[in-house]
C-alpha cells in the first residue's frame, strides 16, 4: 500500500517513540518556517518565522517545553525566517546564531538582541552548540548571504536545504550524505507561470536565486538517494503555486526513475503549512 502522499504520520509516529536525534518542521512555507533539532540533549530551532506563542504551542506538541531551548539558527533575513526570533530571544534568553552579513541585514529587524546572545559564524566552518555540531553552506537566494544548515548528532547528519534558486555543485556536495534532509519544493512551474503573481515576483521565484521548483526537488533528491540520503521532507511549498500531493508525486517519480521508492527505499513526506511534521 502506497503512503499517504503528504501525511506525515510515519514521521510523527517515529518522532513520538524517542528516537535520540530529533529532527521536525514546526510550520512551514511562505508564512512562516521553522524547524526543530534535538539530540534530547541540545535543543535548537532553525529559523523563528512565527510568533512567540504559536512556536510554545508547536512545540508543545511534540513534547519540548520551549524554555528549553538552546539556540537559534538563522538561515537569512526574509520575515517568514525571522519573524518570531527576537521574541523568543529576548523572552527566554536563547543566543541568536547567524553569519555577519545576516546580522546585519536583520538587526533591525530583530528588536534589542542582548550582546551576549548575539552569536556571528562564518560558513563552511563547523562549529558546537551544545552536543550538536553546526556547519552552514552559503545559499543562491536573494538575501544579503543566506545559509543552509547541517546538524551533525548522534553520528547523524541532518540538512536544511530551502530557499535556494537552483542548487549548485558546492551546496550538493555539502549537503550530500546526509542521513535526512529537508528539502525545499516550492512550487510547479506551469501553475506558478499561470498564477495570479505579478510578473516581477515569478520571475524572481523562477531565477537562479529564488526557490526550487518541484522538478528541481525531485532531481536534487534521486541525486540524494544516490549518496545515502535514506529521508527527506519537501518544505516550503507555495500555497498559491504548489499542491502537497503534486510535489510529493513528481518527487517520488523522480525517485523512481532512480530506481528509488518512495516510502520503501526512502522516506519521503511534505512539511504542513500550520502544522507539525516530519520526525527522523
Ligand atoms: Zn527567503
Ligand atoms: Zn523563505
Known sequence: MRPAPVGTGEFNRLFS???????????????GNAVFVSDGKTNILVDCGLNGKRTAQALCEIGVDHTQLHAILVTHEHCDHISGVGVLSRRYHIPVYANAKTWAAME?????????????????????????????????????ESVGYSLFAGGRKLSVATDMG?????????????????????????MLKKGRYPYFLK????????????????????????????????????????????????????????????????????AQRFCVSGAY
Open 17 to 31: 517513540e524517542g528516537s535520540m536525534v530529533k529532527f521536525c518542521s514546526l510550520v512551514s512555507g511562505s508564512s
Open 108 to 144: 533591525a529587524g530583530l528588536g534589542r538582541i542582548q550582546s551576549e546572545h548575539k552569536k556571528v559564524f562564518e560558513p563552511l566552518r563547523t562549529f558546537e552548540i551544545g552536543s550538536i555540531g553546526v556547519n552552514a553552506c552559503p545559499t543562491p537566494h536573494d538575501a544579503a
Open 166 to 190: 537552483h542548487m549548485p555543485e558546492s551546496v550538493f556536495d555539502w549537503v550530500c550524505g546526509s542521513d535526512m534532509v529537508i528539502l525545499e519544493a516550492n512550487h510547479d512551474v506551469d
Open 203 to 270: 520571475q524572481r521565484i523562477l531565477s537562479d536565486v529564488g526557490h526550487l521548483s518541484n522538478e528541481m526537488a525531485g532531481a536534487v533528491a534521486a541525486k540524494l538517494a544516490a549518496g545515502g540520503t535514506r529521508a527527506i521532507l519537501l518544505a516550503h511549498l507555495s500555497e498559491e503555486n504548489n499542491v502537497p500531493a503534486l510535489a510529493y508525486r513528481v518527487v517520488a517519480n523522480a525517485l523512481a526513475c532512480a530506481s528509488v521508492k518512495a516510502g520503501k527505499d526512502m522516506r519521503l513526506g511534505v
